[in-house]
């Protein structure tokens, strides 16, 4: 670059771009193609020809492509945003900042110098989520899977699975996933066995409602005896050291 700066366009005066374009090639061929190289006393012109021209791979024929360099965070949601774009990350790295290289094609995902995921590029406003990058607890939300909802609920008792079946049933089964979500935070709370036997009373009469489980497990938890109705333990009776006995507070002797 210093050789190019002070041989070529120092103190000369251009046109325009096309016009210091055009003198340039002419300087490339006619003055520093074909002087003596100080270093290797020949001419870079007939070296290049000679011995470099062959070795060099076709021209493109395209123009070459610009990756975007970012440095993004890993958001509670388990996707960083990339030229406004969304892509998924295991969920392990939430909260620490990855490396991005997004060209046309691929986006790698880099942490530490190793390649953690790979996504294919998105238009901006898309979004590339692997279901593999969720926990398992929050996949099946994520990616609407029915099935392992089912099989959770069977988990906690035959009548629960069957219920849960009975509420994803339809043509929107995703639209009752928040219902089944309920009913195991209802396991949870009252246990399995008191949401297994409501269900089956439930089951007996055809009736599909959640509310209707937790009104029912409400009720039989109002009816059970509560702890203020149960007699608490006996007192003890204190055997106190200096209590005097009754006799000593009767009068004595005759009325004065």
């Known amino acids: 670059m210093p ?3 002070s041989s070529f366009f120092s103190g000369e005066d251009f046109a325009d771009l096309a016009d210091a ?4 090639v ?3 061929r006619a003055d520093a193609g074909l002087r003596i190289h100080g270093t290797t006393a020949r001419r870079p012109a007939e070296v290049f020809s000679a011995e470099e021209l062959h070795l060099l791979f076709p021209e493109p024929d395209k123009a070459y492509d610009i990756p975007v360099f970012a440095q993004p965070k890993v958001h509670r ?3 960083i945003e990339v030229a406004r774009a969304l892509y ?5 790295y939430i909260g620490q900042r990855v490396q991005v290289r997004a060209d046309s094609v691929l986006v790698r995902i ?3 110098g190793n390649v953690i995921k790979t996504h294919p590029r998105q238009a901006p406003g898309g979004r590339s989520t692997d279901p593999a990058d969720y926990p398992p607890d929050k996949a099946a939300y994520a990616t609407r899977d029915l099935d392992y909802l089912k099989r959770v609920c069977a988990g906690h008792g035959p009548n629960i699975g069957t219920y849960a079946t009975e509420l994803l049933a339809g043509e929107l089964p995703w639209t009752k996933m928040r219902q089944v979500y309920r009913l195991q935070g209802l396991v949870r709370r009252y246990g399995p066995a008191r949401v297994d036997a409501a269900c089956a009373k439930a089951l007996e009469v055809e009736v599909v409602d959640v509310t209707r489980i937790a009104r029912m497990l ?3 938890l109002e009816a059970s005896p509560s702890s203020e109705t149960t007699p608490g333990p006996t007192a003890a009776v204190l055997d106190l050291r200096f209590a005097r006995p009754k006799d000593d507070f009767a009068p004595k002797g005759g009325r004065r």
């Open 26 to 28: 002419t300087w490339c």
């Open 77 to 79: 949601d388990f996707h």
């Open 88 to 92: 998924s990350v295991p969920c392990a």
């Open 110 to 112: 880099y942490h530490r």
């Open 218 to 220: 409400e009720r039989a």
């Open 3 to 5: 050789y190019v700066r």
């Open 21 to 24: 374009q055009a003198k340039a």
